[in-house]
Antibody
Framework: QVQLQESGPGLVKPSETLSLTCTVS????????WSWIRQPPGKGLEWIGY???????NYTPSLKSRVTISVDTSKNQFSLKLRSVTAADTAVYYC??????????????WGQGTLVTVSS | SSELTQDPTVSVALGQTVRITCQGD??????ASWYQQKPGQAPVLVIY???HRPSGIPDRFSGSSSGNTASLTITGAQAEDEADYYC????????????FGTGTKVTVL
């Protein structure tokens, strides 16, 4: 049973960098694509991007200029950095494992999520 | 704005059947996955691929697809099925970007 756990500061100041880490347990980090997904309070889900254990990444166009996702296979962790944050980046951030195929893709499992508030 | 459109709200009587739809051009060539989210909880995958349920998901949940529309059907809705439901698929850019639908709030009456 794969389990994911997000960690990182719950409060970030405007213009600074949001940094989160997701620790993977119960399976090898090479088994999935690893994604970050966020959800502003009271709103829907937004896919941020993914990384494969090889280091290959893909980001949503609207955040691509500010986002970096990295992986540390030795620690079974992957991380999110979002630069120059504003209040609009306040959200619950989820990490998730993903399977992507030619005809279908899906996100499972998910971490419990962590609320990050951008405020001075 | 999302490339996958869902009805904002749907209601269903206890024990009856409800269909939740998701529309988008990318669905003509890529199956949707479906997620159930209850308040304060992380989303849970309920349907993936052509019509597959992860272990532990009741068989009253099923998926289908036709043209640019994917559907999630709950047959015999239970009180515990009241939740937000999101579809997800690749977008139509051809760059392996993924997008979630706008979400549907299902109320069980």
């Amino acid at each position: 049973q794969v389990q994911l756990q997000e960690s990182g500061p719950g409060l970030v100041k405007p213009s600074e960098t949001l940094s989160l880490t997701c620790t993977v347990s119960g399976d090898s980090i090479s088994s999935y694509y690893w994604s970050w997904i966020r959800q502003p309070p009271g709103k829907g889900l937004e896919w941020i991007g993914y990384i494969y254990y090889t280091g290959s990444t893909n980001y949503t166009p609207s955040l691509k200029s500010r986002v970096t996702i990295s992986v540390d296979t030795s620690k079974n962790q992957f991380s999110l950095k979002l630069r120059s944050v504003t209040a609009a980046d306040t959200a619950v951030y989820y990490c998730a494992g993903a399977i992507f195929g030619e005809e279908a893709g899906w996100f499972d499992p998910w971490g419990q999520g962590t609320l990050v508030t951008v405020s001075s | 704005s999302s490339e996958l459109t869902q009805d904002p709200t749907v209601s269903v009587a206890l024990g009856q059947t409800v269909r939740i739809t998701c529309q988008g051009d990318s669905l003509r060539s890529y199956y949707a996955s479906w997620y159930q989210q209850k308040p304060g909880q992380a989303p849970v995958l309920v349907i993936y691929g052509k019509n597959h349920r992860p272990s532990g998901i009741p068989d009253r949940f099923s998926g289908s697809s036709s043209g640019n529309t994917a559907s999630l059907t709950i047959t015999g809705a239970q009180a515990e099925d009241e939740a937000d439901y999101y579809c997800n698929s690749r977008d139509s850019s051809g760059n392996n970007h993924y997008v979630f639908g706008t979400g549907t709030k299902v109320t069980v009456l």
